[in-house]
């Protein structure tokens, strides 16, 4: 069993294939962790039950015997605003009396099979049944009336659960929910180092390791989305481990708007995590018998280290996150237009790129930015989605069937969030984007957003995209998003509701991505944001692949993509092998192979020689495609780790295939190079496909491939396919 109740111990024992979690139930009904790490088969921790209780000035709540408990010291399931506890609240819910004071205690609870779907909100699904069990633990603040269930579900097949929460207002009066965070975890120890992941647009996910400390340490997001600057992701590592040793807890929240993930170290040397969406300029008003839930975090716990925890995660989201019909299929290969024309393009500049592609091999066209309204730069025409004729005489559905009869897919770019102000839409309908009353909007690359919260805002982006598809036959859907929110406001919400804006903008663009993709469910989206601003798990239940980042050097590239491998699986990168100078086209191919992979140029501006190039390497993606797609990742040198060269590995799940690539970033000093391999056999022997030399797996990972003699030039690259070979 996943889940047990211990009734004498009052007790539960949360084990997923590789951690365990338990929770008591307090005397008083509060809740404590009193375990969460690798899996132990011991369930009762009786004696790790007990904390230090007193501590100058912290207090013991109503209806405890002074000092024998306090939350201020016990490592809590809920961190309660107002009351004993000191440190960071997970919740905070304002009552009619005016006061934020709070109090969760347990109620009842309930253990079911599976796991339940969470209302407007993307999560992680049960794949087969028994794959998920989840505890349900209802609490009460009697004060209030107010209710939250914790939820809790378990994966049998992997190391990892989710947390979300359900707060009810079972009162007569109305509530209004400050802070509403996914989980509170408070952890034994603090000898931990913090992984999170920052950038900007050009240069998302960079990796940032540092030691905590007492006091708060932190990643957020105040801008509409998650955003380029901060993932929402972090792990908590043990300070001697590393990619491959030592216990790694990785926490990821499903939800694609502000967020905040905080740890805080506490004077008895605990640590907090709590993560969850942004309460900064947040507020829901809860009137009696409504309910409001918050996104799901992922917790994943590996006792290998990152590299264990990322795989964990990549499997995770391959199985139970990425869903619909392109799940497990190959996504056919494309080729963009974007970088190759930008919005410089007619018809046949199009048709003649189409044409190169499926001689080429290639086996979906998508047409990017400028096909609508008045768009031939970023200065217009956003919301006008309808073909401009001057650019595609003869209009979409003619151009579309040239392409399809050519034998390729198509795809089309949109950006339905986005209003341009010198738009038909926007003159139309000026209230239509968000703004507040009295103060002019910023712009932000010469546009406004449009208010996803209003269902007639919505209902009018569908029926368009909706007629574009139907009538063309589109396959294929890349969804843009170029900006940051700011006067973030509804001209439909009372002054009251305004706090309740960020939450209902991104409920409103999930429910309008769902119903699109009700309508079309054979349509493959591509998530995207001015490359990976909205690069998140929410993103990825509805885009199987996003758009990875605008930076197609793939020398600088590549440490996007490392940095986007602590938490998300190759499947989803979008990466495309772009015309950028810094780099040969097999180098380009090798690091966009490691992701959903196209081509983004126009072949009339590169060379006879690329071309002929790119004929070439083709065979190579569609042979490795499910290697690196559903394989197993081995980061082997890593940019945090080495400023001069990157390899990185896929393994199959039976040990019978990996796939090597070295890449050469910058010219090395040392040129003494053995590259040790991981993951394989060691008593398994492989051959080498170049030169039908075998090795034994134990040699490949110990002595490592000898790379002393490969050239050693800037950008250079190479790939190292071994097959299992009988002994
Ligand atoms: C930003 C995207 O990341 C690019 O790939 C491209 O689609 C442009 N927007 C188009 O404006």
């Not at 961190?79 to 997970?90: A, K, L, P």
């Not at 600057?229 to 030592?246: H, K, M, T, V, W």
């Not at 020689?609 to 499910?626: L, S």
Request: charged share 25%.
């Amino acid at each position: 069993m996943s889940i047990a109740f211990h009734a004498e111990r009052q007790s539960f024992k949360l084990d997923t294939a590789g951690s365990s979690y338990i929770i008591k139930i307090h005397h008083n009904g509060f809740l404590s962790c009193v375990y969460y790490g690798a899996y132990i088969p011991d369930d009762n921790l009786t004696d790790f039950e007990r904390r230090h209780v007193y501590a100058s000035f912290s207090a013991w709540p109503p209806g405890t015997e002074p000092y024998t408990f306090t939350p201020d010291t016990c490592p809590m399931e809920i961190g309660c605003n107002g009351g004993c506890d000191m440190r960071q609240s997970s919740v905070r819910v304002r009552n009619a009396d005016g006061n934020a004071v709070s109090d969760f205690r347990y109620v009842s609870h309930r253990i079911e099979a599976g796991k339940p779907a969470i209302p407007g909100l993307p999560a992680l699904y049960e794949n087969e049944p028994g794959d998920c069990e989840t505890l349900v633990i209802t609490t009460r603040d009697e004060t209030t009336g107010a209710e939250m269930d914790l939820y809790y579900t378990v994966f049998t097949k992997h190391a990892a659960m989710t947390r979300a929460a359900v707060i009810r207002n079972a009162s007569d009066k109305d509530l209004e929910i400050e802070q509403a965070l996914s989980f509170c975890l408070d952890l034994n120890r603090s000898d931990f180092d913090l992984i999170s992941l920052h950038g900007k647009h050009m240069q998302e996910r960079d990796f940032c390791r540092r030691p905590i400390g007492h006091g708060i340490q932190g990643i957020y997001s105040r801008r509409g989305s998650s955003g380029h600057q901060f993932n929402p992701f972090i792990a908590l590592i043990d300070r001697s481990g590393n990619e491959d040793r030592g216990g790694a807890y990785g926490f990821n929240l499903v939800y694609s708007s502000n967020f905040k993930a905080l740890t805080e170290v506490d004077y008895n040397g605990s640590t907090r995590v709590i993560m969850g969406l942004g309460d900064d300029d947040f507020g829901w008003r809860l009137a009696p018998g409504e309910s409001f839930y918050t996104p799901e975090a992922v917790l994943v716990y590996s006792n290998e280290g990152l590299g264990g925890m990322s795989r964990t995660f990549h499997r995770l989201y391959n199985e139970n996150l990425v869903r619909g019909d392109w799940k497990r299929r190959h996504r056919p290969l494309l080729i963009n237009n974007w970088e190759g024309t930008y919005f410089d393009f007619d018809e046949e500049k199009l048709f003649a790129i189409a044409k190169w592609a499926k001689e080429t091999g290639l086996e979906m066209f998508v047409m990017d930015d400028g096909w609508f309204g008045k768009r031939d730069d970023d200065t217009s025409g956003l919301g006008d989605w309808f073909v401009n004729e001057n650019k595609i005489h003869g209009g979409l559905p003619a151009l579309v069937k040239r392409v399809k009869d050519l034998g390729l897919k198509f795809g089309i770019w949109f950006e339905p969030e986005m209003i341009s102000p010198d738009s038909d839409l926007f003159r139309e309908h000026p209230d239509w984007a968000i703004h507040v009353p009295n103060r002019p909007s910023s712009i932000g690359r010469h546009q406004l957003i449009l208010d996803m919260t209003r269902e007639d805002v919505r209902d009018y982006i569908f029926g368009r995209m909706y007629d574009i598809i139907s009538s063309t036959g589109a396959d294929y859907v890349k969804w843009d998003f170029n900006r940051n929110m700011t006067e973030a406001g509804s001209a439909l919400l009372p002054p009251d509701r305004q706090k309740e804006f960020y939450h209902r903008y991104i409920l409103g663009v999930y429910a309008l991505i769902d119903r699109l993709l009700t309508a079309f469910p054979h349509l493959l989206l591509e998530g995207c944001s001015g490359g990976g601003g909205r690069y998140d798990p929410g993103m990825m239940y509805y885009s199987p692949q996003i758009w990875c980042s605008d930076n197609t050097d793939a020398l600088s590239r590549v440490d996007v993509q490392f940095g986007s491998s602590l938490c998300y699986p190759a499947s989803v990168q979008g990466a495309h092998v772009s015309a950028s100078p810094r780099a040969s086209y097999e180098t380009k191919r090798n690091v966009a192979m490691w992701g959903s992979f196209g081509y983004e140029l126009d072949p009339a501006k590169i060379s006879e020689e690329a071309r002929a190039e790119i004929r070439t390497q083709i065979a190579d993606y569609h042979r490795y495609y499910d290697l690196i797609h559903f394989g197993d990742l081995y980061r082997l040198i890593s940019p945090w780790d080495d400023p001069y060269k990157a390899a990185w590995q896929f393994v199959d799940p039976e040990k019978t295939e990996t796939l090597v690539t070295v890449l050469i970033k910058f010219m090395m000093r040392e040129r003494n190079f053995f590259l040790r391999l991981k993951g394989l056999d060691p008593d398994a022997y492989y051959r080498l496909d170049e030169n039908g030399e075998v090795y034994s797996g134990a040699l490949l990972m110990n002595a490592g491939l000898n790379l002393s003699f490969m050239p050693n030039e800037d950008g250079f690259s190479k790939t190292f396919h071994f097959t299992k070979v009988e002994a």
